[in-house]
């Protein structure tokens, strides 16, 4: 009897279970809701930012929400916040005057309730001035010359973010005038603007026109002013160094340099260099002589051997065609070397105004120091050097015979030779001369001739000087190539010399270093 009227109180229980989950959420809710039932406005979507000008415009995608009343449009910068109510139709809003920096926005949808949505969020950030996109325009001038009432400059390459360049400047007179860029004519080109004011106070500005990314807006970007100052490749000065001993050290010897530069009427170049575009800024120059002082025993020389333009040779061919023009500065070019165009120096092709002067012979007045002359050392040899090698042959270095060759064994890491010659008695001599190995039957030997020398000499064994007007000279290296290391000042009294060499590499990564002679000459 127990038992049964405990099952019948069980069912009883669960049918007052069944009947309480069947009480709507909705309405447990709503016990403890206050005034009545929560209800959620919908909320605003797409939020997006474009950046314009010194402003910021937001968009966005309204609900299909007919209680939506306002929309409210919050900022955040710097810790500092705002808020603006727009009507409840509004997708969009623009905040101006705005400085460099990343501003948060939070936009919501508001019923006449004042209940709020969820917040979308986004963040933007408009161009300014100091934003760091504003150094991507171009200048639209990449290098610029000022000779003879004309400017002369190198265009660079059509940006599409430019949406217009102009220059302004002064012509003779003194009035302003401007050179409009056209497309595509007046990029990537070498233009020239007759009549333009020598005067260096009277300034040339570059006027730019930009569109910035993702941006509607144009902008007018600060005129920049082109500086008159030479600016010089550091080729070019290492090359005038060189050969003429002036230089940009020192704020005095770049006076002096400068100098230099705008008066000389000749120049000679030889070796490799970055650009022969410099030679606008000499601008009373009249002749360029190159090759004159690469110096061939043998006219069997390849396209290795000769001098090259480093980077964009077309420019430099521009320049020299445009320097050559008679109301420029008529300049003239003499070549020395080959003839051929693979292998003339620097060139890829005869100009007209260049004119072919032959082999640079090495001139007939030296006189060369015998070995004789020299001091032995203990050992015999008449140089001293730290390195030790059995294949070394130091009178094949100082015979004055570019058929015998000094060469070292082949090593596996570069080796660097200090050499010490001495004179029995001290002499007055004009330079060193150094020659290259004339005959190669070894295929390897080319790699292993020597780029560099440094060369010092001294009266007294304790105060050195160098050779040149560099402590490091270049060489040629075509086969059988002499390189003539002049005193700058005629001669010197000398009693030793140094000399520092370095091996040279071949494919396989062998080391050593081959040279036909060392001499010195009266």
Same mark, same amino acid.
């Given at each position: 009897?127990?038992?049964?009227?405990?099952?019948?109180?069980?069912?009883?229980?669960?049918?007052?279970?069944?009947?309480?989950?069947?009480?709507?959420?909705?309405?447990?809710?709503?016990?403890?809701?206050?005034?009545?039932?929560?209800?959620?406005?919908?909320?605003?979507?797409?939020?997006?930012?474009?950046?314009?000008?010194?402003?910021?415009?937001?968009?966005?995608?309204?609900?299909?929400?007919?209680?939506?009343?306002?929309?409210?449009?919050?900022?955040?910068?710097?810790?500092q916040r705002d808020s603006v109510y727009l009507p409840g139709t509004a997708t969009s809003y623009e905040l101006t005057n705005l400085v460099?920096?990343?501003?948060?926005?939070?936009?919501?949808?508001?019923?006449?309730?004042?209940?709020?949505?969820?917040?979308?969020?986004?963040?933007?950030?408009?161009?300014?001035?100091?934003?760091?996109?504003?150094?991507?325009?171009?200048?639209?001038?990449?290098?610029?010359?000022?000779?003879?009432?004309?400017?002369?400059?190198?265009?660079?390459?059509?940006?599409?973010?430019?949406?217009?360049?102009?220059?302004?400047?002064?012509?003779?007179?003194?009035?302003?005038?401007?050179?409009?860029?056209?497309?595509?004519?007046?990029?990537?080109?070498?233009?020239?603007?007759?009549?333009?004011?020598?005067?260096?106070?009277?300034?040339?500005?570059?006027?730019?026109?930009?569109?910035?990314?993702?941006?509607?807006?144009?902008?007018?970007?600060?005129?920049?002013?082109?500086?008159?100052?030479?600016?010089?490749?550091?080729?070019?000065?290492?090359?005038?160094?060189?050969?003429?001993?002036?230089?940009?050290?020192?704020?005095?010897?770049?006076d002096a340099f400068l100098e230099f530069i705008e008066n000389v009427e000749e120049l000679e170049l030889d070796y490799s260099i970055e650009?022969?575009?410099?030679?606008?800024?000499?601008?009373?120059?009249?002749?360029?002589?190159?090759?004159?002082?690469?110096?061939? !025993?043998?006219?069997?020389?390849?396209?290795? @051997?000769? $001098?090259?333009?480093?980077?964009? /040779? +077309?420019?430099?061919? =521009?320049?020299?065609?445009?320097?050559?023009?008679?109301?420029?500065?008529?300049?003239?070019?003499?070549?020395?070397?080959?003839?051929?165009?693979?292998?003339?120096?620097?060139?890829?092709?005869?100009?007209?105004?260049?004119?072919?002067?032959?082999?640079?012979?090495?001139?007939?007045?030296?006189?060369?120091?015998?070995?004789?002359?020299?001091?032995?050392?203990?050992?015999?040899?008449?140089?001293?050097?730290?390195?030790?090698?059995?294949?070394?042959?130091?009178?094949?270095?100082?015979?004055?015979?570019?058929?015998?060759?000094?060469?070292?064994?082949?090593?596996?890491?570069?080796?660097?030779?200090?050499?010490?010659?001495?004179?029995?008695?001290?002499?007055?001599?004009?330079?060193?001369? !150094?020659?290259?190995?004339?005959?190669?039957? @070894?295929? $390897?030997?080319?790699?292993?001739? /020597? +780029?560099?020398?440094? =060369?010092?000499?001294?009266?007294?064994?304790?105060?050195?000087?160098?050779?040149?007007?560099?402590?490091?000279?270049?060489?040629?290296?075509?086969?059988?190539?002499?390189?003539?290391?002049?005193?700058?000042?005629?001669?010197?009294?000398?009693?030793?010399?140094?000399?520092?060499?370095?091996?040279?590499?071949?494919?396989?990564?062998?080391?050593?270093?081959?040279?036909?002679?060392?001499?010195?000459?009266?």
């Amino acid at each position: 009897m127990n038992k049964r009227k405990y099952i019948i109180n069980l069912l009883l229980a669960m049918v007052a279970l069944l009947a309480g989950c069947n009480e709507s959420l909705e309405d447990t809710y709503s016990d403890y809701a206050g005034d009545g039932k929560i209800r959620y406005v919908a909320k605003c979507s797409d939020l997006d930012v474009v950046p314009g000008w010194e402003r910021l415009m937001l968009s966005w995608v309204n609900g299909t929400d007919a209680t939506i009343d306002k929309i409210k449009v919050a900022w955040m910068f710097e810790g500092q916040r705002d808020s603006v109510y727009l009507p409840g139709t509004a997708t969009s809003y623009e905040l101006t005057n705005l400085v460099d920096g990343t501003y948060q926005f939070y936009v919501s949808a508001v019923d006449k309730f004042g209940n709020e949505s969820l917040v979308e969020t986004y963040s933007g950030r408009p161009y300014t001035r100091d934003h760091e996109l504003m150094r991507s325009f171009s200048r639209g001038i990449l290098k610029s010359f000022f000779v003879n009432g004309k400017m002369i400059f190198f265009s660079d390459q059509y940006s599409a973010n430019i949406v217009e360049i102009k220059l302004q400047y002064k012509n003779s007179g003194g009035e302003t005038k401007y050179y409009e860029f056209e497309n595509p004519s007046s990029y990537d080109a070498l233009i020239t603007i007759d009549d333009v004011s020598m005067n260096p106070a009277d300034s040339v500005y570059i006027l730019r026109k930009g569109k910035l990314e993702n941006s509607p807006d144009t902008v007018v970007l600060d005129p920049v002013t082109i500086n008159r100052k030479k600016n010089f490749s550091a080729g070019f000065v290492h090359a005038i160094t060189a050969r003429y001993g002036y230089s940009t050290e020192t704020q005095e010897k770049e006076d002096a340099f400068l100098e230099f530069i705008e008066n000389v009427e000749e120049l000679e170049l030889d070796y490799s260099i970055e650009s022969l575009e410099d030679v606008l800024f000499c601008s009373n120059l009249k002749k360029l002589v190159v090759g004159k002082n690469r110096h061939f !025993v043998s006219k069997q020389v390849n396209s290795q @051997d000769k $001098s090259l333009i480093l980077k964009s /040779p +077309e420019k430099s061919y =521009a320049i020299l065609e445009k320097a050559a023009e008679a109301d420029v500065l008529g300049l003239k070019v003499d070549y020395y070397g080959h003839n051929t165009v693979s292998t003339m120096h620097y060139f890829n092709k005869v100009y007209p105004f260049m004119t072919y002067m032959g082999y640079s012979a090495v001139p007939d007045d030296l006189e060369i120091i015998p070995a004789s002359a020299l001091k032995e050392n203990e050992n015999g040899d008449k140089v001293y050097c730290d390195v030790d090698d059995v294949y070394m042959d130091w009178d094949a270095l100082v015979d004055g015979n570019v058929a015998t060759a000094w060469s070292t064994s082949t090593q596996q890491e570069m080796r660097t030779y200090e050499m010490y010659m001495e004179l029995k008695e001290t002499t007055s001599i004009r330079g060193i001369k !150094v020659t290259q190995i004339q005959t190669a039957s @070894d295929r $390897s030997a080319r790699y292993f001739m /020597p +780029e560099m020398i440094v =060369a010092q000499t001294s009266a007294d064994g304790a105060v050195w000087k160098d050779v040149t007007f560099l402590e490091t000279n270049e060489l040629g290296r075509a086969l059988g190539e002499a390189t003539l290391l002049k005193m700058p000042e005629g001669s010197r009294d000398v009693r030793y010399v140094r000399l520092t060499l370095r091996d040279g590499v071949d494919l396989s990564g062998n080391w050593a270093c081959r040279l036909g002679d060392i001499v010195l000459y009266k």
